[in-house]
């Protein structure tokens, strides 16, 4: 097994831990807050899925960082778009900062307000669900490299 090969299944062991913690956010947990009012509900899955999506996403990024090096895109071309595997790359950098701005806004400004005013809820759900939909795009974006990129 070679270095590449090794990465991409750390890779996609974080991305199965963070997306399908997404997803059952989204598709289990958010429809139960929303039907019995407790936001209580989404701060325990919080407090239990935070110490293993976290690590999931940091080692994404690790990853990631290395595999588009393997890749002979350095930094110096992350945005360029020029070639079809920097396109894929600077794609998913770009989602991976959406993600990033919706993470710091929900825990800084929604989730604490929420704990006091269950009004908060939808803005919250727009969060949980927009941070799913770009993962799974960034998941979908990421098998596009097998083929050479976009």
């Known amino acids: 097994m070679n270095e590449l090969h090794l990465l991409l299944i750390l ?10 913690g997404h997803i059952l956010l989204c ?3 958010l429809p139960q807050v929303w039907k019995e ?9 919080e407090r239990r899925y ?7 996403l940091l080692v994404m990024l690790i ?3 290395r595999m588009a090096y393997l890749y002979n ?3 110096a071309h992350w945005f360029a778009f020029e070639t079809p595997i920097e396109r894929v790359i600077s794609l998913k950098l770009s989602l991976l900062f959406a993600i990033v701005i919706l993470a710091l806004s929900a825990q800084f400004y929604v989730l604490p307000r929420l704990k006091t005013n ?10 949980m669900i927009a941070v799913t939909v770009i993962s799974l795009a960034m998941l ?3 098998s596009f490299v097998r083929y050479g990129g976009l």
């Open 11 to 20: 890779h996609l062991v974080g991305a199965a831990i963070w997306v399908g």
């Open 27 to 29: 598709t289990v947990i």
């Open 37 to 45: 009012k407790s936001v209580e509900k989404l701060f325990n899955f």
């Open 50 to 56: 935070e110490w293993i999506g976290m690590p999931a």
């Open 63 to 65: 990853t990631g960082v």
């Open 73 to 75: 895109v350095k930094i």
């Open 118 to 127: 269950i009004h908060k809820l939808p803005l919250m759900t727009f969060h």
């Open 140 to 142: 979908i974006l990421g």
